[in-house]
């Protein structure tokens, strides 16, 4: 019991209070770009969430060479890269010869979902904050929901923040930046972050 509410734990501050988006403005330009169209949330975020789940595990282990020599933390951002195109590389490749429907499908999601801030962001997150495979896997699982998280709750108010209505000095991107500022308040607040003066 003990451990699922660890889990439960994990997975609520991955998903939450380390939000890429909200707390760290990792993937603000990919957010704003998929929010445009509500059809590719299901596809984006079910990759996103696929790539961040197993980067996070491939992280873990990576992590564990990389500490183990004294100057390893220089290869760090150069590994997670390789890491990050092995990956997406694995996964068109595999998609292209055993799954071609899914592949038409899925093929412009994965390029935006593998190649953005938010998901390199997440394997330097996730080395910073993880011990064990399960806590990398659950924290990488949990930034990948965040994410997807971020991007429909900016999805639901596209159009009203390019609305007629909204003033035009403020209109469109503007209010889009004060609308995440807004929220990324609210998020930092849940996180039980307070303001020290």
């Given amino acids: 019991m003990e451990l699922l509410k660890n889990i439960m734990i ?16 990792l993937g603000t330009s ?28 491939l992280t873990y282990f990576a992590d564990k060479a990389l500490n183990a020599n004294e100057t390893g933390y220089i290869y760090t951002p150069l590994v997670y890269i390789a890491i990050l195109g092995a990956v997406y590389v694995i996964t068109l490749l595999c998609l292209w010869r055993f799954a071609p429907v899914i592949f038409g499908r899925m093929k412009k999601y994965i390029h935006i979902s593998a190649f953005n801030c938010a998901v390199l962001g997440s394997m330097f ?37 390019y609305s007629e209505k909204a003033p035009y000095a403020f209109r469109g991107y503007p209010l889009m930046l004060i609308y995440i500022g807004i929220l990324s308040m609210a998020f930092w607040g849940l996180s039980g972050h307070t303001l020290n003066y």
């Fill in 30 to 57: 990919t957010l704003i770009i998929v929010a445009r169209n509500r059809k590719n949330l299901a596809g984006f975020g079910f990759s996103v969430t696929y790539i961040t789940a197993v980067i996070s595990v």
């Fill in 10 to 25: 994990t997975a609520f501050i991955a998903v939450f209070a380390e939000n890429t988006i909200f707390s760290r403005a």
């Fill in 125 to 161: 997150l996730i080395s910073k904050y993880c011990v064990t495979l399960a806590d990398y896997f659950i924290h990488g699982l949990g930034i990948g929901l965040g994410f997807v998280l971020a991007v429909y709750l900016t999805a639901i108010v596209y159009d009203r923040i």
